[in-house]
């Protein structure tokens, strides 16, 4: 069963500049997450999707970061503009169903993302 | 969400067994146990889940007391693979078992 798959893997850019990372969950999982890890911390949720609609944004910065699931299969984030403090793994995973008996999430590579 | 506290890191010989001990004194009564292991450049891997009493995989065993305010991890035998951020997750088990903490950082000695 392939996993999660993740690109770019790495990402350097400028302030202010903009960045796009996709997501393509394991095949069949009706949920999808985006994850940030700051270097040190532990992951921080910030969208749930289940199909293609959203299940819970709350802690995602929507004056500067946007996601979106069309078809319910892949995932873009964006981030416009990019600040320093943005510099993190971004990470995707999805899980089978939120209703499924064994909720276990599976996670892809992550995106380094480098804000210089 | 119900929040975890975990010790920051622990250290380990090759060989011994490993408990790392999660405080969720806030659980609630859907709420299950997660566990997660990350290995540095890697995305979490699920461990284990449990709810009460111990549950057992081909990886580890997790003790959930009665009162369920604590779980603890044991890992059997530790090698020098083992040595990774783990993760105590509280929620229920349809969703929200997101909040993952700073982790314990386990470092396995030769």
């Given at each position: 069963e392939a996993g999660v798959a993740q690109s770019p893997r790495y990402k350097i850019i400028e302030k202010r500049q903009s960045v796009a990372f996709?997501?393509?969950?394991?095949?069949?999982h009706a949920t999808l997450y985006w994850y940030q890890q700051i270097l040190g911390q532990g992951p921080k949720l910030l969208i749930q999707f289940q199909n293609n609609g959203v299940v819970d944004?709350?802690?995602?910065?929507?004056?500067?970061?946007?996601?979106?699931?069309?078809?319910g299969v892949d995932s873009t984030l964006k981030?416009?503009?990019?600040?320093?403090?943005?510099?993190?793994?971004?990470?995707?995973?999805?899980?089978?169903?939120r209703d499924s008996r064994t909720y276990e999430q599976y996670f892809g590579p992550g995106t380094r993302l480098t804000v210089t | 969400l119900a929040k975890t506290t975990q010790p920051i890191s622990m250290d380990s010989y090759e060989g011994q067994e490993v408990?790392?001990?999660?405080?969720?004194?806030?659980?609630?009564?859907?709420?299950?146990?997660?566990?997660?292991q990350q290995f540095p450049s890697q995305g979490p891997r699920f461990i284990i889940q449990g709810?009460?009493?111990?549950?057992?995989?081909?990886?580890?065993?997790?003790?959930?007391?009665?009162?369920?305010?604590?779980?603890?991890?044991?890992?059997?035998?530790?090698s020098l693979s083992d040595t990774a951020v783990?993760?105590?997750?509280?929620?229920?088990?349809?969703?929200?078992?997101?909040?993952?903490?700073?982790?314990?950082?386990?470092?396995?000695?030769?």
């Open positions: 996709w997501c393509n969950p394991i095949s069949g944004d709350s802690q995602l910065p929507k004056d500067r970061f946007s996601a979106e699931r069309l078809k981030i416009q503009p990019a600040k320093l403090e943005d510099s993190a793994v971004y990470l995707c995973a999805s899980s089978l169903n | 408990n790392i001990t999660c405080s969720h004194n806030n659980i609630a009564t859907n709420d299950y146990i997660t566990w997660y709810y009460k009493t111990k549950v057992t995989n081909e990886v580890a065993s997790l003790f959930i007391p009665a009162d369920r305010k604590s779980s603890t991890l044991s890992l059997p035998r530790v783990y993760y105590c997750l509280v929620g229920t088990r349809a969703g929200n078992q997101f909040y993952f903490g700073t982790g314990t950082s386990l470092t396995v000695i030769p």
